[in-house]
T-cell receptor, first 111, second 115 residues
Framework: EDQVTQSPEALRLQEGESSSLNCSYT??????LFWYRQDPGKGPEFLFT?????EEKEKERLKATLTKKESFLHITAPKPEDSATYLC????????????WGLGTSLAVNP | DAGVIQSPRHEVTEMGQEVTLRCKPI?????LFWYRQTMMRGLELLIY????????DSGMPEDRFSAKMPNASFSTLKIQPSEPRDSAVYFC?????????????FGPGTRLTVL
């Protein structure tokens, strides 16, 4: 059965304190893994797609990496505006267009 | 470009009433998804359409839920009769018609409260 687990559930950082969020997955025939950001009261906002192990993508202070079992979202020198919930969603070959969503990591960055 | 549009943004109703949620996908996107989000269960896919045809409705909780897509620019999710456990945020998302591409773009959501 396809599964995804995100850790930690919540993370509090000081501004400038770098850290990483983890997304562990078990999916048959991974076609891609998606990272989204969700602000309170809003819909998830697309950040990255990773397609194969070893791939990395960057956007401002965020860098996403992928292995065969995990994906990491590295946050370098975060700012308060990076505070949000970060969701990962792997896409398996047997799922047509259906994504398997994690419960997310709630990140708070204090000034 | 306008993003995914949902209405209403908030809905408060009483148990037993009919609720209709509406969605307009991004123009040119031929996949449309309906999700429900709660603190306990996160994002759950209810149903999705391709070219206005329902493809997978295995996430629809029960017969009280129904969804339609009469044309490429409009979809509805209906709950009849509504129950307090249906209280959640309902999102609509759409994506492009590309086999290798499944990036889904979400609307702002409808927060439903059933009293």
């Amino acid at each position: 059965e396809d599964q995804v687990t995100q850790s930690p559930e919540a993370l509090r950082l000081q501004e400038g304190e770098s850290s990483s969020l983890n997304c562990s997955y078990t999916v048959s025939g991974l076609r891609g893994l998606f990272w989204y950001r969700q602000d309170p009261g809003k819909g998830p906002e697309f950040l990255f797609t990773l397609y194969s192990a070893g791939e990395e993508k960057e956007k401002e202070r965020l860098k996403a990496t992928l292995t065969k079992k995990e994906s990491f979202l590295h946050i370098t020198a975060p700012k308060p505006e990076d505070s949000a919930t970060y969701l990962c969603a792997p896409w398996g070959a047997g799922n047509n267009r259906k994504l398997i969503w994690g419960l997310g990591t709630s990140l708070a960055v204090n000034p | 470009d306008a993003g995914v549009i949902q209405s209403p943004r908030h809905e408060v109703t009483e148990m037993g009433q009919e609720v209709t949620l509406r969605c307009k996908p991004i123009s040119g996107h031929d996949y449309l998804f309906w999700y429900r989000q709660t603190m306990m269960r996160g994002l759950e896919l209810l149903i999705y359409f391709n070219n206005n045809v329902p493809i997978d409705d295995s996430g629809m909780p029960e017969d009280r839920f129904s969804a339609k897509m009469p044309n490429a620019s409009f979809s509805t999710l209906k709950i009849q009769p509504s129950e307090p456990r249906d209280s959640a945020v309902y999102f609509c998302a759409s994506s492009k018609p590309d086999g290798q591409y499944n990036e889904q773009f979400f609307g702002p959501g409808t927060r439903l409260t059933v009293l």
